[in-house]
């Protein structure tokens, strides 16, 4: 059963997640910057898919949140990553947050 809620926490969050980096970066940054929003999908897309698989609330939560609008996929990703930290960085100067 827990593999069956990752598959689906993946497609209703993990990839929404990747396409909004992909998105958000596209007019801003160059292609090194992009790429560690992929680097930073693929260290966070792990911790991400294990939490989900052992809080099912949490991931039912932000699977429906996310394909709703009403949570940014972004708000899900955390610091502790080098390339996570430049592209969320950059994600808040290019909302004005910084």
Do not use: Y
């Not at 059963?1 to 396409?19: D, K, R």
Request: charged residues 20%; aromatic residues 6%; negative net charge.
């Amino acid at each position: 059963m827990s593999e069956f809620i990752a598959t689906l926490f993946a497609l209703f969050v993990l990839n929404p997640l990747q396409a909004e980096i992909g998105d958000r970066l596209q007019g801003m940054a160059a292609g090194d910057v992009i790429g560690a929003g992929r680097a930073c999908v693929a260290a966070e897309g792990p911790r991400l898919l294990e939490r989900a698989q052992a809080n099912w609330g949490w991931a039912a939560a932000h699977a429906i949140g996310v394909s709703f609008g009403v949570v940014d996929p972004i708000n899900l990703l955390t610091g502790d990553n080098a390339d996570c930290r430049r592209v969320l960085a950059l994600l808040k100067q290019g909302d004005g947050e910084a």
